[in-house]
């Protein structure tokens, strides 16, 4: 009877310690694991809202960058971290879609992570060399039929944001064609301004300026609605392609059993930050907006996640292009 109480009594403790460091949190800095090289798109917007979380924390966010394996390496090195609040993942698209491109994963996709929010959704813009030949979406549709075999697409590798659009693109218009892969979207870009590859479906983070300066040709946007820093670029719906839309959604996560206080603080946190004049700005000059309130949530990320995850799986298994 007394080892039973005993016992009782240090689970208690034990619950007791949990919940007041909860209340406390955040006691230290955090670090928040990006999944890619400095200078990308997910990089950008992370660092935009982890500035301003550490402001209404009251704790520094720092942005580690861990790339690798399409994202699946800094993934990995988050679901094995301590369940505590102070090892935090931002994510893109790629953390549904690597559920199919890799066979096997160190870690489960839906069941190793706690969900903090949706942060943001960055439409992709299909774009093309300025002096390739087609002038539109539809002729461009057209010219990669009668040339499969000749054009080239470039993407950031195998899991990038670029990649999955692409293979999108061959599933909307029926056909396969020569697609080239980078270590990364910077050297994608520099050799589509250089002429050496044809075409490119890319985030408007990165795609934005140069339209606007042409030095590369603007097709479309793949979202419901025109983007408002890019207002003259029609919609893929719009320019002749029924249905495409691809949109690379964020996301915030925590190792699994973080508590469910300290995952409410951080999404708290991540709505002030999503309203804060700056971080509204620059997203609009990257071409994207805040997730809403109620998006950026655990339950709004769960749900999306699930669901990305289900419309993607036949899409990579029907292009039968897989990283393992």
Not at 25 to 51: H, K, N, Q, S, W
Not at 245 to 269: D, F, N
Not at 289 to 302: C, I, M, Q, R
């Amino acid at each position: 009877m007394k080892q039973l109480l005993a016992r009782l009594a240090a689970a208690a403790m034990i619950v007791l310690a949990g919940s007041a460091g909860a209340q406390t949190y955040p006691e230290r800095t955090i670090t928040m694991v990006v999944p890619f090289a400095a200078g990308g798109p997910t990089d950008t917007v992370t660092r935009l809202v982890a500035d301003v979380m550490s402001k209404d924390l009251g704790q520094q966010i720092i942005v580690e960058n861990v790339g690798g394996a399409g994202g699946t390496l800094g993934a990995g090195r988050v679901a094995k971290a301590d369940p505590d609040g102070y090892t935090l993942l931002l994510h893109h698209i790629g953390m549904a879609t690597s559920a199919t491109l890799y066979r096997k994963l160190a870690y489960d996709t839906l069941n190793s992570f706690e969900y903090v929010g949706l942060v943001t959704e960055v439409p992709m813009t299909i774009v093309a060399r300025k002096d390739f030949e087609p002038t539109d979406l539809k002729s461009l549709i057209d010219y990669v039929k009668a040339n499969k075999d000749k054009v080239t697409l470039a993407n950031a590798g195998i899991g990038a944001a670029s990649h999955l659009c692409g293979m999108m693109l061959m599933s909307a218009i029926q056909t396969q064609f020569v697609t080239v892969p980078y270590k990364g979207t910077g050297p994608a870009m520099t050799d589509l301004l250089g002429g050496q590859v044809d075409f490119m479906c890319d985030q408007t983070t990165n795609t934005t300026k140069q339209i606007k300066g042409g030095t590369i040709k603007g097709y479309a946007v793949t979202t419901a609605k025109r983007v408002d820093a890019l207002p003259d670029l029609p919609t893929a719906e719009e320019a002749g392609l029924p249905g495409f839309q691809v949109g690379v959604w964020h996301g915030i996560y925590a190792p699994k059993g973080t508590p469910p206080e300290i995952t409410e603080r951080l999404s708290k946190s991540l709505q002030v930050a999503l309203k804060d004049p700056n971080v509204v700005a620059r997203f609009a000059e990257l071409g994207t907006v805040p997730s809403s309130e109620a998006d950026a949530t655990p339950a709004a990320l769960k749900t999306r996640l699930e669901g990305e995850i289900a419309r993607w799986k036949p899409v990579i298994d029907a292009a039968g292009q897989y990283a393992d």
